[in-house]
């Protein structure tokens, strides 16, 4: 008996290999997937900027990295006994006006390092909504508490979304010319908008990466909305809130994404990661007997012979964990 839909998605043509540089970017459903990637030691850098949503902040935040832009004290403003950045995550904000600078910068820089050299982007989209301020029209990414009356919420137009991504992926290329894109739609449902607004929301952030995938050959789609919405179908799979999807929900996305966007030889690489990673976080009840010092000899001349034939791998912490024990 077939209880859910029968799709696939499409693999990449050219899909990620181990020893790409992957910087990822957009709302908390990217950092899922960031630190899927992370924890099987891949070389990744997410969300810079922190979470961000909607397609402007993201494609502004991008070519600020690329530009290797410098913030000064002139972009924070003081909140909630707090300094904090229109264009930044709320994890920025601190009571210290020249440590929030500086904490911003270090991320910029960081960021435009990675970028030129980046193999892939991955941007994950949540929302069609912008905020403006009223007082001077200035787009923001994190409203950061303050009162409601500041700004004004505005559902960008198709056209508006599709030319902030086109600038970014130009600009991105003109420094990066290898550089692919891929693009997802966060599955996480943004209720405050309403349920009929959150799906025109939706639908239009769809319709703009297609709309870049057709345009540019080295964008891509890859239907992790469609995953969780069409295909899973079911509450059980969100949390309590019935917004966020669950721990299972995102295993069923990250285990399509490592089929279809991962090549032959990172997928069984990454078996073999696995398998050390997971030794790595085991405990014992016994350290001084000699099954477990033998565990550990096992594994350290796992991870030594691993690094030895992928030197882009970095398993530092689990080979002195296994050599020190």
């Known amino acids: 008996m077939q209880l859910t839909l029968n799709f696939e998605p499409e693999s990449l043509k050219s899909p990620i290999r181990y020893q790409d540089k992957i910087l990822l970017s957009g709302s908390c459903f990217t950092e899922h997937i960031a630190d899927r990637l992370h924890a ?3 070389n990744v850098l997410s969300n ?9 902040s993201v494609a502004q935040s991008i070519v600020s990295y690329v530009d290797n832009f410098r913030y000064t004290e002139n972009d924070l403003f003081a909140l909630n006994e707090l300094w904090n950045s229109w264009d ?3 994890r920025f904000s601190g009571i210290d006006k020249k440590d929030t600078l500086d904490k911003i910068n270090e991320s910029q820089e960081a960021a435009h390092r990675f970028i030129v050299h980046a193999d892939w982007v991955v941007i994950t989209l949540g929302s069609a909504f912008q905020y403006y301020l009223r007082d001077t029209g200035r787009p923001v990414s994190n409203n950061h508490r303050a009162p409601a009356q500041w700004f004004e919420k505005r559902l960008l137009p198709i056209d508006v979304i599709t030319r902030a991504l086109q600038e970014m992926i130009d600009k991105l290329q003109a420094a990066n010319p290898f550089v692919q894109v891929l693009f997802t739609i966060s599955p996480v449902r943004h209720i405050r908008d309403g349920v ?4 025109r929301s ?3 952030l769809i319709e703009a990466v297609h709309e870049i995938g057709a345009q540019y050959p080295k964008a891509h789609y890859f239907p992790a909305y469609e995953l969780v919405i069409d295909v899973l179908r079911d509450y059980r799979f969100y ?6 999807p669950n721990f299972l929900a995102t295993s069923v996305v990250w285990e399509h994404f490592r089929h279809c966007c991962l090549d032959t030889a990172a997928q069984e690489l990454l078996k073999q990661v696995q398998d050390i990673v997971i030794a790595r976080s085991h405990r014992t009840r016994f350290p001084d007997t000699n099954a477990h010092r033998d565990f550990l000899g096992r594994y350290a ?7 030895e034939k992928y030197p882009f791998l970095d398993l530092a912490d689990e080979l002195s964990y296994f050599s020190t024990q």
């Open 88 to 90: 930044h995550h709320t």
């Open 48 to 56: 810079p900027h922190g979470i961000l949503f909607n397609p402007i």
């Open 301 to 307: 001349a796992k991870v030594s012979a691993l690094t």
């Open 40 to 42: 099987h030691k891949f």
């Open 202 to 204: 939706k639908a239009r």
């Open 196 to 199: 009929v607004d959150n799906n």
């Open 239 to 244: 949390d309590i809130d019935f917004v966020h």
